[in-house]
C-alpha cells in the first residue's frame, strides 16, 4: 500500500517535549519517539507504518489545514 501523506511540522513551545509515533496494523504500538527542546522542529508524516503522533507537552503543530497548540 503506497500512501501520500502532508507533512506537519511540530515546534516545542518548552523543553522536553516528546512525540511519539504509533505503527498501523491489528494491534497499535509505540515505534518511534523524539524528545525536542524550546524553539525545535520536527517535520514528520504518516506513513505505511506511522498511523498516529502522540505530543507530551507544549508545543505548535502545522499542517495545511491550520495550526494548533497542545498545552
Not at 513551545?13 to 523524539?34: C, M, N, P, W
Request: proline fraction near 0%; charge should be negative.
Amino acid at each position: 500500500m503506497k500512501m501520500e501523506s502532508d507533512f506537519l511540522i511540530i515546534k516545542a513551545e518548552e523543553d522536553g517535549v516528546q512525540v511519539i509515533g504509533l505503527t498501523r496494523g491489528e494491534s497499535t504500538k509505540f515505534h518511534h519517539s523524539e524528545k525536542l527542546d524550546q524553539g525545535e522542529i520536527l517535520v514528520v508524516q504518516f506513513t505505511d507504518h506511522t498511523s498516529a503522533i502522540k505530543i507530551k507537552g507544549k508545543a505548535t503543530v502545522q499542517s495545511r489545514h491550520g495550526s494548533i497548540d497542545s498545552l
